[in-house]
C-alpha cells in the first residue's frame, strides 16, 4: 500500500468517523421526528382544547361584541392546527371542514359588523337567536370535539411508531460503534504490523550507523514516513561516511604535516596536559612522550635562559604563557637534551588557543632549531670582528670608499701614514699631497689609482708614490685600489690600500749595500782562493824542493865521504835526512788536508767493505812480519765521493796498523754499530788507545797524543778524517782509554 | 836520427846535480843536456838563440821536463813540443816536485808520455830514475824521428 502511515491513519479514522456521523445523523433524525411527532401530538391536543374552550365561549357569548373576538381567535387557532396537520394528510379533510364552519361563522359575524350601529344592536339578538347560527356552533363544536376524540387514538399510534423508530435507531447505532470498533482494530493491526517491521530494520541500521558502521544501505524500501526516514537515514550515512572519509583525509594530512614538520608542535589544554606533540618537538626538546603526553610541567625542566645555564625564569615560560591566555612572540631558549652534551638553542612561540566564546582552550609552542642561525651568526660576528682586528692591525693603510669614491672609512694604519685622514670624493683627492716614485711630477687628483679605480673601475696594485703626510713628513708608499662586488659582480664600493714602503726601501738600499759588499767579499776570497791555491801549488812544488837538496846531499855525503866523516857527524846527517823526509811528509799530509777542503765532492755507491779489505791488504803487504788480524764486516755500502773516502779509511786504517804495533796480538775491525744511538761505521783496534780526556785534542791538526819517537806521525790524518766526514755531513766520534785500543766512529748520510 | 841524448829541462842547480847523481848512480850514460828554463828548451830543440845552428836532426831520446820553470813554463813547452810536427812524437816525461792533481791532469791532457813525482827521500828518487831509465832508454822503441 503506497499510502503513508498518516494517510492510513485518518483514511482509517475518516471512516470510523463517517461511520458515527452517519450513525448520529440517522439517530438524531430519528430521535427528532419522534419528539417533533411527540410535540405536535401534544401541540395539536392543546389546540383541540383551546379550540374547544373557544367554543364554549362562543356558546356563552350574549352579545355580539363579545362574539367577534372570539370568531377572530378560532380562526387564528385553526390556522395552528392547520399547521400542526400539515404533516398528517389524515387530518385534513377534519381540519378544512372544520375551518370551513369557523369561515362560515367568520363570514356571518363580519356581516353584522358592516350594519349600522343601531341595527347591530338588534341584528345581535337576531342573529344569536337565529337558528342557523346556533347550528353552525354546534357543527364547529362537534367538528372539534370529533377531532379530540380521534387523539388518543393517534397517540396510541405515535407510541407503537416511537417503539419502532427507538428500536430501529438503537440498531444503527450499535452496528456502527461495532463497524468502526472493527475497522480501528484492523487499521491499528495494519499499520502497527507495517510500522514494527520497518522500525525494527530501522533499529537496527541505526544502531550499525552508531556503531560506526555506515558503509551499507538500509533495507526499508517504502514510501512512507518510515521509507524516507530510511532513505534519509541511509543519506545521512552516506554523507556522514563522505564526511568522516574526508575528515580522515584531513586528519591524516595534519598528521603527517606534523610528522614532518621540522618544526615542533606541541599543543595543551587548558590544564597544561598535553594534546598533541610532533617528533620534531620531541627530538628538538630531547625528552620523551609517555601516550603521547609530555610530563607535566616540562618546560620548567627542560627550558634554559640563552646563556645556556640560567633556568628559564618560571612567569616567562611559553606554554604557561600561552595558558594564562599570553601570546608569546619568537623567543630564544636553550635546551640541552642527554643525546646532545653541547645543547641547541631554539627559538619558541606561543599562542592561547580559545573556544568561539571566547573561554581558554589550551595553548600551542611552535619551536624552531636556531643553533645553525646562531652559530651562523656568531660565525659572522666573528668574521666581522676578525675583519675588524685585520684591519686595525693591518701595517698597512686601507681605505674604504663607496661607490662614487667619498672615502667612508680607514684603518689606524692608514692615519699613521698620512698623519691624519679626510673624508673627501675623488675631486678632492688634491689634498692628498703625492708625487709619482719615477717622475717626482705632482699627483693629480684623478690619477690616484682610487680615482681611475671609480673611473675606470679597474684595479691598480702597488703603485710606487712619494707622499707629504698631513703632518709634512715625506714618505714613499706603494698606492694599490681595486673595485669591491658582491657575489653578483654589483660594485659595491672601492679599497685603496697603501704601503709604508719608505723603511722596506731603506732596506732594500740597504741590502744592494750588503750584496754589493758580499759580491766583493766574494771577489776577494775568490781571490784569496786563488792565492791559497798558488800557494799550495806553490808549496808542492817550492817547499819540497830543498828539501830534497838536504835530504839529497847529506845522503850523497854519507854516501860518498863516510870515510872522511867521524861517527859523530854520520850521526847528526842521518838526523839532517830524517828532519827532511819528516817535513816532506809534513808537506805531504799539510797539501792532502788542503786538498780535502778545496777538492769537489762527487758523490757515488762505494763498497766501503772492499775499499777496507784493499787497505788492509796494502798494509799486511807493506809489513809482512806483522801478524794482524783484520775483521771487515761485508756489505757495507755509503753514498760518498770515493777518493776522499779512501783517505779516510787510508788513515783510520794506518793508524790502527800504527797504533797496534806493539800487540803480540793485534786485531782491526771494521763494522757498524749503534754508537750514542745512532748507526755509525767504525773502526776498532786493540792498540795502545788514548786518553778519553785529550778526545776533543784527536782531530785537530798537528795535535799528537803520542810522543813520535813512539808512533810516528804528523798530527794531521783524524784533521783530514773529520774534514772529509764534515764536507760529507756526517759527524765523527772517537771511544778508547790507555793500553784498552781505540774505537773511532763515523756516519755518512 | 835517434841519439841517446837526453834533455833535462830543470832550472833547480841542486836538482840538476841530484839527477844526474841518480841517473849516474843507475849507470846511464847517456848524454844529458841541461836546459834551464822552458825559452831554451825550445830553442834547443828548434836550434834557434843560444842553440842555433845545431844540428836538429838531431832530437832527444827523452825529455825530462819538470814543470815550474822560469819564463816559459814546463806545462808550456810540452805544449809547445806537442803543437810542432818535428818534436810531436818525443817521450816527455813530466819529471817535477806537484803532486797536485791539476798538474796531474794538465800533462796528461797536453800528451805527456809520464808523469813522476820527485820524492823528497833521495832513496826513492834513484829507484824511480832507475824505473824510467830502465824503460824509457832500454824498453821503448822511439818513433822515427821525421827529416826537416
Not at chain 1, 709604508?500 to 771577489?523: F, H, T
Request: aromatic share 6%; hydrophobic share 45%.
Amino acid at each position: 500500500m503506497n499510502l503513508s502511515i498518516g494517510g492510513r491513519i485518518s483514511a482509517g479514522l475518516g471512516v470510523a468517523l463517517l461511520i458515527l456521523l452517519v450513525i448520529g445523523t440517522v439517530s438524531y433524525q430519528s430521535m427528532a421526528e419522534l419528539v417533533e411527532s411527540a410535540w405536535r401530538l401534544t401541540a395539536t391536543h392543546e389546540a383541540l382544547d383551546r379550540l374547544s374552550e373557544l367554543c364554549s365561549q362562543l356558546e356563552r357569548a350574549t352579545d355580539i361584541e363579545a362574539y367577534y373576538p372570539i370568531i377572530q381567535k378560532l380562526d387564528r387557532q385553526l390556522g395552528e392546527l392547520r399547521s400542526l396537520a400539515a404533516q398528517d394528510p389524515a387530518r385534513q379533510p377534519e381540519i378544512e371542514a372544520l375551518a370551513r364552519l369557523v369561515a362560515s361563522e367568520a363570514a356571518a359575524v363580519q356581516e353584522w359588523a358592516r350594519q349600522p350601529k343601531a341595527e347591530k344592536a338588534a341584528g345581535t339578538i337576531r342573529m344569536l337567536s337565529s337558528r342557523g347560527q346556533r347550528e353552525l356552533t354546534e357543527e364547529i363544536r362537534e367538528a372539534i370535539s370529533g377531532a379530540k376524540r380521534r387523539q388518543p387514538e393517534r397517540a396510541q399510534r405515535w407510541r407503537a411508531d416511537a417503539v419502532g423508530r427507538v428500536r430501529h435507531t438503537v440498531l444503527v447505532i450499535a452496528s456502527g460503534i461495532s463497524l468502526s470498533f472493527l475497522l480501528m482494530v484492523v487499521l491499528g493491526l495494519f499499520v502497527i504490523r507495517g510500522i514494527s517491521k520497518s522500525v525494527g530494520k530501522l533499529v537496527a541500521a541505526t544502531e550499525q550507523i552508531a556503531g560506526g558502521r555506515l558503509e551499507g544501505s538500509i533495507p526499508v524500501t517504502t514510501k512512507d514516513e518510515l521509507g524516507r526516514l530510511a532513505a534519509s537515514l541511509g543519506g545521512m550515512a552516506q554523507r556522514l561516511e563522505q564526511a568522516q572519509g574526508a575528515l580522515q583525509d584531513q586528519v591524516q594530512t595534519l598528521q603527517s604535516i606534523l610528522d614532518n614538520l621540522r618544526n615542533g608542535v606541541v599543543v595543551a589544554d587548558a590544564n597544561g596536559e598535553t594534546l598533541l606533540v610532533n617528533p620534531a618537538a620531541l627530538q628538538l626538546l630531547g625528552v620523551t612522550a609517555t601516550d603521547g603526553r609530555l610530563e607535566k610541567g616540562w618546560e620548567r625542566n627542560t627550558l634554559y635562559w640563552p646563556d645556556g645555564t640560567t633556568p628559564y625564569p618560571a612567569d616567562r615560560l611559553p606554554l604557561a604563557a600561552a595558558l594564562r591566555g599570553e601570546a608569546v612572540d619568537w623567543t630564544e631558549v636553550f635546551v640541552r637534551p642527554p643525546d646532545l652534551p653541547q645543547g641547541r638553542w631554539l627559538s619558541v612561540a606561543a599562542r592561547p588557543l580559545t573556544n568561539a566564546d571566547g573561554s581558554l582552550r589550551g595553548g600551542v609552542v611552535v619551536l624552531n632549531d636556531v643553533t645553525a642561525h646562531r652559530r651562523a651568526e656568531a660565525a659572522l660576528r666573528d668574521s666581522e670582528r676578525l675583519l675588524k682586528a685585520i684591519l686595525e692591525t693591518l701595517p698597512v693603510g686601507v681605505w674604504v670608499a663607496d661607490p662614487e669614491g667619498n672615502i667612508t672609512m680607514a684603518n689606524p694604519a692608514s692615519h699613521e701614514i698620512w698623519g691624519g685622514l679626510k673624508h673627501i670624493g675623488t675631486d678632492q683627492y688634491e689634498a692628498y699631497r703625492a708625487w709619482w716614485e719615477k717622475t717626482h711630477e705632482r699627483m693629480q687628483a684623478q690619477r690616484w689609482p682610487l680615482a681611475r679605480a671609480v673611473a675606470t673601475g679597474e684595479g691598480a696594485l702597488a703603485e710606487p708614490v712619494e707622499i707629504e703626510a698631513f703632518d709634512g713628513t715625506r714618505k714613499t708608499v706603494a698606492q694599490s685600489a681595486v673595485p669591491l662586488r658582491d657575489p653578483n659582480r654589483h660594485l659595491i664600493g672601492f679599497v685603496a690600500v697603501s704601503q709604508d714602503i719608505s723603511q722596506a726601501q731603506q732596506r732594500e738600499k740597504q741590502i744592494r749595500e750588503l750584496v754589493e759588499e758580499l759580491r766583493q767579499r766574494a771577489l776577494d776570497l775568490e781571490a784569496v782562493n786563488k792565492e791559497l791555491e798558488a800557494f799550495s801549488w806553490s808549496v808542492s812544488h817550492d817547499l819540497r824542493a830543498p828539501l830534497r837538496s838536504i835530504e839529497g846531499f847529506s845522503r850523497a855525503l854519507l854516501e860518498d865521504h863516510a870515510a872522511q866523516l867521524r861517527d859523530e857527524a854520520q850521526d847528526d846527517l842521518r838526523r839532517v835526512v830524517a828532519g827532511a823526509l819528516r817535513m816532506g811528509q809534513l808537506i805531504d799530509d799539510l797539501l792532502r788536508l788542503s786538498r780535502v777542503t778545496r777538492s769537489e765532492i762527487h758523490p757515488v755507491t762505494v763498497d766501503l767493505s772492499a775499499l777496507a779489505q784493499s787497505i788492509a791488504a796494502e798494509l799486511s803487504k807493506s809489513q809482512p812480519e806483522r801478524e794482524v788480524e783484520f775483521v771487515i764486516a761485508p756489505g757495507l755500502v755509503v753514498n760518498a765521493d770515493a777518493q776522499l773516502l779512501r783517505i779516510v779509511m787510508e788513515n783510520l786504517l794506518g793508524n790502527a796498523w800504527k797504533f797496534t804495533s806493539k800487540q803480540a796480538t793485534a786485531k782491526i775491525e771494521v763494522g757498524r754499530a749503534l754508537w750514542q744511538g745512532q748507526a755509525m761505521f767504525f773502526v776498532r783496534d786493540n792498540g795502545a788507545g788514548f786518553d778519553m780526556a785529550y778526545r776533543d785534542q784527536l782531530f785537530r791538526a798537528f795535535q799528537r797524543l803520542h810522543p813520535t819517537t813512539e808512533f810516528e806521525g804528523t798530527g794531521i790524518g783524524l784533521a783530514t778524517v773529520q774534514r772529509v766526514i764534515h764536507r760529507h755531513g756526517g759527524r765523527v766520534a772517537a771511544d778508547g782509554a790507555v793500553g784498552q785500543g781505540a774505537t773511532f766512529y763515523f756516519t755518512l748520510p | 836520427m835517434n841519439s841517446k841524448l837526453i834533455l833535462l829541462v830543470e832550472d833547480n842547480p841542486d836538482d840538476i846535480v841530484l839527477t844526474q847523481r841518480a841517473l849516474k848512480k843507475q849507470n846511464i850514460a847517456n848524454e844529458v843536456v841541461v836546459a834551464r828554463d822552458g825559452v831554451e828548451a825550445l830553442e834547443f830543440l828548434s836550434g834557434t838563440g843560444a842553440f842555433a845552428g845545431r844540428d836538429t836532426t838531431i832530437m832527444p831520446l827523452l825529455v825530462l821536463l819538470d814543470l815550474k820553470l822560469p819564463k816559459t813554463s814546463g806545462l808550456e813547452v810540452l805544449r809547445a813540443i806537442r803543437g810542432h810536427s818535428r818534436t810531436r812524437l818525443l817521450p816527455v816525461v813530466v819529471l817535477t816536485t806537484s803532486d797536485e792533481e791539476k798538474d796531474l791532469i794538465d800533462c796528461y791532457s797536453s800528451g805527456c808520455n809520464s808523469y813522476i813525482h820527485k820524492p823528497v827521500d833521495f832513496t826513492r828518487f834513484v829507484e824511480a830514475v832507475r824505473a824510467l831509465g830502465h824503460y824509457w832508454l832500454v824498453l821503448n822503441a822511439p818513433a822515427p824521428i821525421r827529416g826537416g
